[in-house]
């Protein structure tokens, strides 16, 4: 090979190298700008409006006015029973979205807190539990034997194909999004939820720390 064309292929593989860092870190940036326009995204901050039609009063810049709402990405999952369900299935309530798999386990680590507060405020918020399931490493039949075996009742879907992921640009788990009523992003955490902070966010969320 002459030394000219040595150099394109060196070029070319650069260029190539850099568009797969630059998809990489876009789809990084994707739920990290969402999560940055939160007040406190590190605690699963949120200002929640209880009811739909009212107006999102998000004030992430501190200054008084209220941010313009940020529209939670819709994507479409599976049941257990192969139904196709999507978030925007579930508008006019609101939302909390966690993004698990059985092999983590920091996500298994937060699992009964989600179980309990499921119990709690089930009726009032929409639970959507979504298992990164590629097939391979995750598949139905390990999650239904892992959901026997705890004996946990929340909603799970299945994300057979990505979408769900793709949607968040979710690179590592667990991930957990909040949506309000009218289908905004209102705050999430990448990473495992301590008890307290899911409880309290979900109290933001139904709308009961509204209530005196």
Same mark, same amino acid.
């Given at each position: 090979?002459? %030394?000219?064309? %040595? ?6 593989? $650069? ?45 992430? &810049? ?7 709402? #940020? ?11 192969? !139904?196709?369900? /999507? ?8 939302? $909390? #979205?966690?993004?698990?798999?059985? =092999? ?13 507060? =499921?119990?709690?405020?089930?009726? !009032? ?23 026997? !075996? ?5 909603? #799970? ?5 990505? %979408?769900? &992921? ?5 690179? /590592?788990?667990? #991930? ?34 509204? $209530?005196?």
């Amino acid at each position: 090979m002459s %030394q000219k064309k %040595q150099v394109l292929t060196a070029v070319l593989l $650069i260029v190539a190298l850099g568009l797969g860092i630059w998809l990489a870190t876009l789809l990084y940036r994707r739920l990290s700008a969402q999560l940055d326009a939160t007040p406190a995204a590190s605690t699963v901050a949120a200002e929640v409006t209880p009811s739909p039609g009212a107006e999102t009063t998000n004030d992430p &810049a501190g200054d008084g006015e209220a941010a313009d709402p #940020v529209p939670a990405p819709d994507f479409t999952v599976l049941t257990l029973e192969g !139904e196709s369900v /999507s978030l925007s299935d579930f508008a006019g309530k609101p939302r $909390i #979205v966690n993004f698990w798999a059985t =092999w983590c386990p920091p996500c298994r680590s937060e699992l009964p807190a989600f179980a309990a507060a =499921w119990e709690e405020y089930g009726d !009032e918020v929409e639970f959507m539990m979504v298992d990164l399931t590629d097939g391979g490493r995750e598949t139905q039949e390990t999650v239904e034997d892992f959901l026997a !075996e705890t004996g946990y009742a929340f909603p #799970v879907y299945l994300d057979t194909t990505g %979408q769900a &992921a793709n949607a968040y640009g979710i690179y /590592s788990i667990p #991930v957990t999004v909040l949506v309000d009523a009218q289908g905004n992003f209102v705050g999430g955490q990448v990473g495992a939820l301590r008890e307290d902070v899911l409880l309290r966010a979900l109290d933001s969320l139904s709308g009961r720390d509204k $209530i005196d």
